[in-house]
């Protein structure tokens, strides 16, 4: 949640700025703002509730004094206080001297509002960024240091941070993280600071991440410190390759665009661990001791693909698994033998890292993220890539298809490497894999070819309801998911054998009720309940279904391909509604506050 940029460049600051925000939007979209230094020695702020774009503009009406290349930037999903200018960032001290941008929440920040009012200073927004402001300007009254009255302040907070803050009288910019992500990079054009690689991915070819406690003054170099003490850079990690990274930013479907990309995401992942799967070393390379059961730690559409995963192990392995919504993981009981994985499209979920710290010690936890350079990745005892590359619509698509792929493909791995399975068997199961990208896009056809009437006919339709059985109910939570967030119509997703325990009560006339057909012969009776009280049924899945997908009984991931009509259907539904599919109201990409 939220995206920060800051360069101190050779050429002016607002081309970079805004560039690195457009690309950062996913992240927050309720305002956005930046703030440069002029050639006067003042600051020239610029903030908007609109999207990221309406500061082009802004910028290019400036008539003061020239913009120089050095300033911060900020998009924001907000927490504290409403959706204003007044509440957008960057926030100034009261002389605006100091601009401030900053990530995360300040678990004390009204303590220190109230302590900052009565000696006198004045806020002018309702947001707990803007005590940073005020603290650095406090101390700033002893000590003309920036790098010393940062370190100072932030020595004072609670919660989270990454943050950045800029004095106009002086030029300097330091920079601080503590439980929020942040990285600095060097390159010819200037030295940058962003929460989030794809912001100036363009510029720079490897970065340094800002571990808890660093404090960074931005020079003609980076003077690198830790609570106060000073600090070696930490080793630079080489930019993610362009086809993983890039996207083209100006369009306006991302998320028609990654459900169009799943294809080609999946043939992408395969070729990469395929050939490592049925072998064990994809597991044995992971370092991690045998274990006996497994325990999904996550939240959202990453908690759907944890299902599915675990499902896999139980069903060709017999092992046990079970699923934790991570901010609820907090005191659940870990077994002997447990391999805790924990899902994170971004690896700085939150409520994932919370779950990470108060977990139990001695128990192995792998990570599987969309960055393995992430708080997440960083963090725990193993790292496994989903590869999906960057995915920039809130709601996720190829993310969650490449989680299921690599995740089953792990546990597959860990099957051979501890003998519960023979390497043959992987085999066919790894060659069910590979015909998954094929069946994605064969998928995707006839959801474009069938859908739009059945949109059209739902339109109207206050509720939905999906189910499955089996391996499909994961699928079918991921569906009603999918369509709560991108049309903010009520989707609820059951096992269909539990229809009679209470749903059915939902279902009346028209009542559209989407179900996964992966052939399971109890889905029959399920489906006539339904048409006898009047639902208008709407399958997807084997021969004969509404929306007809390949499917594989014995696909070690259940009915995959499933997933493509749903995610249509959510966003063709969206789209007929009017809503902006890649922008959901009250939601942003990355979780990163409790």
């Excluded at 009437?453 to 339109?459: A, D, F, G, Q, T």
Aim: glycine share 10%.
């Amino acid at each position: 949640m939220c995206g920060i940029i800051a360069c101190r460049a050779f050429e002016p600051a607002p081309g970079y700025l805004v560039a690195g925000l457009k690309r950062l939007e996913y992240r927050g979209y309720d305002s956005a703002g930046i703030a440069v230094s002029a050639a006067d020695g003042t600051t020239a702020v610029f903030r908007t509730i609109s999207r990221v774009d309406s500061l082009t503009g802004l910028v290019e009406d400036w008539d003061g004094p020239l913009l120089a290349g050095t300033g911060i930037g900020h998009t924001r999903w907000a927490t504290h206080g409403g959706v204003s200018v007044q509440n957008a960032h960057p926030h100034q001290d009261c002389e605006g001297r100091l601009s401030v941008v900053h990530n995360g929440i300040l678990d004390n920040a009204d303590r220190l509002r109230a302590e900052l009012v009565h000696a006198g200073h004045r806020f002018s927004s309702e947001v707990d960024s803007e005590v940073i402001c005020h603290l650095v300007e406090d101390r700033l009254l002893d000590s003309d240091d920036l790098l010393g009255a940062v370190s100072d302040a932030v020595a004072q907070l609670t919660g989270s941070w990454a943050l950045v803050v800029l004095d106009a009288r002086t030029g300097r910019m330091v920079a601080a993280a503590h439980r929020s992500p942040l990285l600095a990079a060097r390159s010819a054009a200037g030295i940058f600071l962003a929460s989030d690689i794809s912001a100036i991915g363009d510029w720079v070819d490897e970065f340094h991440i800002l571990a808890d406690g660093d404090v960074v003054e931005v020079t003609n170099d980076l003077v690198w410190t830790n609570s106060g003490i000073p600090a070696v850079v930490p080793a630079p990690i080489p930019r993610p390759p362009r086809p993983h990274f890039s996207l083209t930013v100006e369009a306006d479907d991302h998320m028609a665009a990654e459900i169009r990309e799943q294809p080609e995401a999946a043939a992408r992942l395969l070729e990469e661990v395929g050939g490592r799967i049925a072998t064990g070393e994809l597991w044995n390379d992971l370092g991690l001791p045998r274990f006996d059961r497994m325990r999904v730690v996550a939240c959202g559409t990453s908690l759907n693909a944890g299902e599915v995963i675990g499902s896999a192990l139980s069903r060709l392995g017999g092992l046990g698994h079970s699923s934790v919504v991570a901010s609820e993981a907090a005191g659940s009981v870990v077994e002997p033998g447990t391999l805790t994985v924990m899902i994170s499209q971004s690896g700085e979920t939150a409520d994932v890292l919370r779950a990470l710290e108060e977990g139990p010690e001695g128990s192995p936890v792998l990570a599987l993220v969309n960055n393995v350079h992430s708080t997440l990745g960083r963090k725990v005892d193993a790292v496994l890539s989903c590869a999906a590359g960057p995915e920039i619509g809130v709601a996720a698509t190829k993310t969650f298809v490449c989680q299921v792929i690599v995740g089953t493909g792990l546990v597959i791995s860990s099957l051979v490497a501890s003998g519960r399975m023979d390497v043959a068997r992987a085999h066919r199961l790894v060659n069910d894999l590979y015909l998954i990208p094929e069946q994605l896009a064969e998928a995707a056809a006839a959801a474009r070819a069938l859908l739009p009437p059945l949109v059209e006919e739902v339109r109207g339709a206050k509720g939905f309801l999906f189910l499955g059985r089996g391996a499909g109910v994961a699928y079918a939570a991921e569906g009603a998911l999918k369509l709560k967030e991108i049309t903010y119509r009520w989707a609820e997703a059951y096992p269909a054998g539990e229809l009679k325990h209470g749903p059915l009560a939902l279902v009346e006339e028209g009542t559209p009720v989407i179900v996964i057909d992966d052939d399971d012969h109890r889905l029959a009776g399920n489906i006539a309940e339904v048409r006898a009280r009047g639902g208008r049924i709407i399958t997807i899945g084997r021969l004969g279904s509404s929306v007809e997908v390949p499917l594989s009984l014995a696909a070690p991931c259940g009915p995959l391909a499933a997933v493509v009509p749903l995610q249509m259907l959510a966003l063709g539904l969206a789209v007929e509604l009017g809503f902006d599919a890649d922008k959901p109201r009250n939601l942003a990409k990355s979780v990163t506050v409790d």
